[in-house]
């Protein structure tokens, strides 16, 4: 009898080493959600830009850019002659 009272007893030593303590320890390894979610940075930049709040901020029409001084060169010009190759840039 008494040789069980004492198997018990290590065997609720060895079991108690292994359980988790919950008295005096805090757990700071859970995980804390944000309880409002930013906004993002162009959600952000949006908010913040200034209203149209004045008749004539809400009234103003778009600027009309003449569109002839917009001509753009041509970027490739095709050729009938056979490609060359280029020459070797100086140092």
């Known amino acids: 009898m008494y040789k069980q009272i004492l198997l ?3 065997l609720i030593a060895s079991v108690a080493a292994f359980a988790p303590q919950t008295i005096g320890v805090r757990d700071t390894n859970t995980v804390c959600f944000a309880k409002h979610v930013k906004d993002k940075a ?4 949006k908010a913040k830009r200034p209203r149209k709040s004045r008749p004539s901020d809400i009234n103003r029409t ?6 002839h001084s917009f001509q753009k060169p041509a970027e490739y010009s095709i050729s009938d002659e056979p490609a060359s190759p280029m020459p ?3 140092k």
């Open 62 to 67: 778009p600027t009309i850019y003449e569109i």
């Open 42 to 45: 162009a959600k952000w930049a």
């Open 88 to 90: 070797k840039p100086e």
């Open 8 to 10: 018990f007893i290590a």
